[in-house]
């Protein structure tokens, strides 16, 4: 059996991403994930298809493919923005 490294025994793995020095990375990998899940969801429920989402945003279809590829993380706020409006949402930043 392995030694266990006592250094992380007990924290949580935020603090184990921190410490590894990954937590930024891993942070904007997951707000893009669940960015680009709670658009395709909205997209879903309200019956929008691709075509229509990228004409309501005035952006092309492989532009919205790249927003809705949660493995994408280059997304300007003005994208983000102009989704956010054409599912009938407005887009809210915070800094904590």
């Known amino acids: 059996m392995g030694k266990i490294n006592k250094k992380h025994v007990g924290s949580d793995f ?3 991403l921190a ?3 990954t937590l930024a990375e891993a942070t904007v990998i997951a707000v893009k994930r669940v960015l680009a899940w709670e658009l395709a969801e909205a997209m879903r429920q309200q019956n929008i298809t691709k075509a229509e989402m990228a004409r309501r945003m005035e952006t092309s279809r492989p532009a919205l493919d790249r927003l809705l590829d949660a493995e994408n993380d280059s997304v300007t706020l003005r ?3 102009r989704a ?3 599912i009938g949402k407005r887009l809210q930043l ?3």
């Open 14 to 16: 935020e603090g184990f």
């Open 19 to 21: 410490d590894d020095g």
């Open 79 to 81: 994208t983000l923005d």
């Open 84 to 86: 956010a409006k054409a």
């Open 94 to 96: 915070d800094l904590v």
